[in-house]
């Protein structure tokens, strides 16, 4: 699988994230179905954006590059995403690049003008296939600056001749640098090989990007991608999100406002076609549903335990869900039904089946975990280990005190084991009175 | 500053974040006398041992180099190393290569043949100068394979001619990969210009790795490095650390049984120069150690708060060990002063000068910080605030126990007072009745 990766030229804001998501959730389920998941990832490290911002940063744009690439990879793990098998990055692929333009060259879909190369788009007759456009429908680019270098005027830059000032790289025609569209051809076939199976990335990508990469992929002689995925964006007032909305939507500061956890099930929980309107009112109703399944599974693991959930035969009516392209809205129905099972069988307290609630936890574990939001995996626990002993310690205070109301009660000093209740309450410490004797949980702050 | 970085072909052992660590005390150190550090710490991406292990272990060679890579990254990062300002990768950077080959060929320092290209080390007349030896002196490599390549057995190999089944790059001399000793000379030159200030690596680098590389970018012309750092092993039973010595001193395994902080601080508390014999023991006397320092800056800023000490003015004695050499083990010994100092400070209790005290404590964690070992940095509190509520909760339950133990006091109830004391350390609180009152710690476990 090959997925357009991030142009590091700033920190990701949610929207940016959508695709890693959606596509790690694909990875997730081929996975769970015993495929085998080779995943390229790249990451644009020059284009326009990025030389910029090294300008303005007053830095060198690889410096900008290298810093923002970080960030992605930082969110990306935040959210849990699976790192792919290898992310490349354009400017280590320019010996493979000069390798495809001279095949297109030689094969007459190409040329070099001007210190820049070009596809012939008019040599490659399926061109606009993939976005259902003719050629001859198309419009004229409004690039009058390369207009005289251009045979025709929709034929799009392999290469760009270098400019003073900008880095280059040495090429049989001259130095330059890479054109956005090549970078994620050369890098394909050297991954992945002539023919594979899944290229995915963003909806604004099918043209001109992808048009473009199938061109100079299979007029280069390669069968290319077997299939295509496209995500929907993340909207704000119904447009895509932008850069230029502020900071509020940069991943790092949504995290201050909601767990990681609950971003990312928001973020998965739509259709990876559909639109996704995004506000903080959406994320807390979302977080809200999210915490109803989590409140499950905590209270049924605490009663049956934890266990591994890597040969839990998945329900079929969420696979076929999956099976369907990838109907996570659906799948998360069977999800919701199942939790509402677990719910009904922990609500018998010590009648409770045991069996019953053991299969439907790890059940509903092994569906979240297709998605990436089961709250016991691993990724989502690393600060547990930390509270895990003052988790013990207040294990022990509590029972102290709870023995104390329970010697109270046996006294019929009602009004001191009011106090120690009430004492608990002050410290933040709710009491449960199960069949399993008494239960505390911190209770949620009112903010 | 250059910095040899990893063979990425295996999870890192103690040994191999020492340099890493080294270098990263070095670049806080300049940042914290204002110097402007550009950081270029390199991957190696494609070596024999990589494509051994990619067969080994059924997956292409750069799956498995990505992979190591992101476990370099995190050791990095769990032990608080600064991130480099470029990581870039040596199969990145082939048109580089190439291009510096061309120069070296053009100025007869270098030629192809049978597919390989050679430096010629008799037409340089310095090569030795940094490992002190004459090439008169120098024993003939044992390369029988390609001795009859060579026009002198001392010659080493810029670029290694394509074998079967092996991963090969175009050049105008035929399809092969990377020598070792090229990529540091062309990334070098990439990223940080012809000339630069501090070339670093480990000890065994100096012959023939570094030897080779001033060799490359002299000959072609750049003035190269001004000053060569290289750091000492850490050794087991006086030998250098190996990965045959099995998973125990992988850094992920020895993180399970000490705190990365603690770790960190016995890398670097050492001179660099100085071999560091590895041992559990040393661990644990090492920690022990930074224990004692941290419990100070605990306490003290218990009592007078946390400020920035970004504009802390570094004791000079401190400074002169550090500009001695690197001088840490000399610095510490101005950390440990200084704390000595602070407890002294701290016995006063209610008298403790709170101006000297908070002198005190800022000076030693703007010390610490140089050694990257400060714990009250953000990097090693990440998990504070999740800690934080239950602390309070905790809080919250010994205030009520303490009150109830004041109130059995006041009525003469010795008994119950000591009770509830008990019952506090059985559930691991330590109570310190101090002058501000009684205040609690958890206590340590017996193991």
Redesign the interface.
Same mark, same amino acid.
């Given at each position: 699988m090959y997925l357009c990766g991030a142009t590091v030229q700033s920190n990701p804001h949610v929207g940016h994230l959508r695709s890693g998501l959606v596509f790690d959730v694909l990875t997730r389920w081929l996975l769970k179905q015993n495929y085998k998941v &080779?995943l390229c990832r790249n990451v644009t490290d020059i284009d326009d954006k990025i030389l910029h911002k090294a300008i303005h940063e007053e830095r060198?744009w690889?410096?900008v590059a290298?810093h923002y690439e @970080?960030a992605f990879q930082e969110a990306y793990s935040l959210l849990g995403c699976i790192?792919? !098998?290898? /992310?490349? @990055?354009a &400017? $280590?692929? +320019? !010996?493979q690049m000069v /390798?495809l333009m001279e095949e297109l060259i030689k094969r007459g879909h190409a040329y070099a003008s001007n210190g820049d190369v070009y596809f012939d788009v008019r040599s490659f007759e399926k061109y606009g296939s993939l976005s259902n456009q003719k050629p001859d429908d198309m419009l004229a680019a409004t690039d009058s600056e390369h207009a005289a270098s251009k045979k025709d005027v929709r034929d799009f830059a392999l290469w760009k001749g270098s400019k003073p000032g900008e880095p280059a790289?040495?090429t049989p025609w001259g130095a330059g640098r890479p054109g956005w569209h090549l970078e994620c051809s050369a890098m394909a076939a050297m991954?992945l090989g002539d023919n594979f199976d899944i290229h995915g990335g963003g909806l604004d990508l099918v043209f001109p990007h992808h048009e473009n990469e199938i061109a100079q992929s299979k007029a280069a002689g390669q069968k290319f991608a077997n299939y295509w995925l496209h995500n929907a964006w993340v909207t704000t007032a119904g447009e895509k999100m932008s850069k230029s909305l502020g900071n509020s939507l940069i991943v790092f500061d949504v995290l201050e406002r909601i767990r990681a956890i609950e971003l990312r099930w928001y973020l998965v929980s739509a259709h990876y076609r559909s639109n996704l309107e995004f506000s903080d009112e959406a994320l807390q109703e979302s977080g809200a549903a999210f915490r109803r399944i989590e409140g499950f599974i905590n209270r049924a693991s605490e009663i049956v335990g934890e266990e591994s959930i890597a040969n839990v035969t998945i329900d079929p009516g969420f696979s076929a869900a999956m099976n369907d392209d990838l109907g996570v809205p659906a799948a998360l129905a069977v999800v919701h039904e199942i939790v509402t099972e677990g719910n009904i069988e922990l609500q018998k307290g010590a009648k409770s089946d045991l069996k019953v609630l053991s299969k439907t936890l790890h059940q509903v574990r092994a569906m979240l975990d297709v998605l990436g939001v089961d709250p016991l995996a691993a990724n989502w626990n =690393? =600060?547990r280990e930390? %509270?895990k002993? #003052?988790? /013990? +310690?207040?294990d022990? #205070? +509590?029972?102290?005190?709870l023995q104390m109301r329970q010697q109270a009660r046996e006294h019929k000093d009602f009004a001191k084991a009011d106090e120690i209740r009430d =004492? #608990?309450a002050?410290? $933040?410490?709710a009491i449960d009175d199960t069949q399993n004797g008494a239960r505390w949980s +911190?209770m949620e %702050?009112e903010n």
């Open positions: &080779t060198p690889w410096a290298q @970080r790192p792919p !098998t290898i /992310e490349p @990055r &400017t $280590g692929h +320019v !010996t /390798e790289w040495p991954y =690393s =600060s930390d %509270s002993v #003052l988790k /013990e +310690v207040i022990a #205070l +509590v029972a102290n005190q =004492s #608990l002050n410290a $933040g410490i +911190v %702050s």
